[in-house]
């Protein structure tokens, strides 16, 4: 009796993580996409302003998307919520498009200090960028 | 045989590959095409799977997975998503060139997509070493994906 009643535990205890782990992942896309879906508050803004709003969680890593015919140069960057080793293969994903192309020179300069970490730097350089367009996916 | 600029990546871009399916379509003899990058790499592009080749263009239609403007896979399509997950790890976890990472990121989606072409590139021998690359799983945490270049022509096969 006392066995069946501990496996008992451990099946309702294995249900509830995976569960919850699962209900975690689809609130943070949620919410994430919810700055896709109001993306008109936001266009024409600089990026302070959607950080500023997004309360619940903050970008972990960003990562410069590379121009195939003008590799100098970005017009658009990701921004994943998880560890950087996680960032590879179906992350959460904000996509920002910027207004004005930024010097691919600027931006690597950041990445070799911080390791593609989203740290105070990159927000202080990130957040005056004006943003055009938002897209998010995993 | 053509160049690419200093603005552009040294390897063959999307545009190359729908324009690749262009020509053999119009010329079934146009099999393999060349390009120098402006950093003096050479790199060849040839059909490996004729039925492929063919198909790609049809399930994987220029309208919907390129951009005229950037010349890279459309924003947000499939294909780039793997292209980006690829050329992340590649270039800021392997720590290749963007050059290189550049190539193999493309050289993973087109046998990801079963493009029926691959990515060879010139070495100092002169030779066209056929470019591969592995997506699996880290070792100690499953939970992660790591791209490797790899000579291992047949990943599918691999124990």
Redesign the interface.
């Known amino acids: 009796m006392a066995v069946k009643n501990i496996i008992k535990t451990v099946v309702l205890f294995v249900i509830f993580t995976f569960t919850n782990t699962m209900n975690a992942q689809m609130d943070t896309l949620t919410y994430i996409k919810t700055f896709e879906i109001n993306k008109a508050n936001y266009i024409g803004q600089p990026l302070s302003v959607l950080l500023n709003d997004m309360t619940l969680i903050q970008p972990k890593t960003v990562?410069a998307?590379?121009?195939?015919?003008?590799?100098?140069m970005i017009k658009?960057s990701?921004f994943n919520f998880c560890e950087k080793?996680?960032?590879?293969?179906n992350a959460i994903t904000l996509?920002i498009t910027w207004q004005d192309y930024i010097p691919y020179s600027q931006v690597s300069v950041y990445?070799n200090d911080n390791n593609?970490y989203f740290t105070n730097d990159e927000r202080l350089f990130y957040g005056n960028k004006i943003i055009t367009d938002i897209?998010v996916?995993r | 045989m053509h160049t690419h600029p200093v603005d552009g990546f040294d390897s063959f871009s999307p545009m190359d590959f729908y324009g690749f399916h262009t020509s053999h379509t119009a010329n079934s003899n146009f099999s393999t095409m060349f390009v120098l990058g402006a950093n003096g790499e050479v790199y060849s592009l040839t059909i490996t799977d004729p039925m492929k080749f063919t198909n790609f263009a049809g399930l994987f239609p220029l309208t919907d997975h390129f951009d005229p403007i950037t010349q890279g896979w459309k924003k947000g399509s499939p294909i780039e998503k793997a292209f980006m997950d690829a050329f992340t790890g590649l270039y800021r976890e392997q720590g290749k060139t963007a050059d290189d990472a550049y190539a193999l990121a493309n050289t993973y989606v087109l046998k990801k997509y079963n493009a029926g072409m691959s990515i060879s590139k010139k070495n100092s021998n002169g030779d066209f070493e056929t470019l591969f690359v592995e997506e699996k799983k880290d070792p100690n945490d499953d939970t992660k994906t790591i791209y490797e270049q790899t000579s291992t022509c047949n990943l599918k096969k691999k124990n």
């Open positions: 990562w998307v590379p121009i195939t015919n003008k590799k100098t658009e990701i080793d996680y960032s590879f293969k996509r990445e593609f897209m996916y």
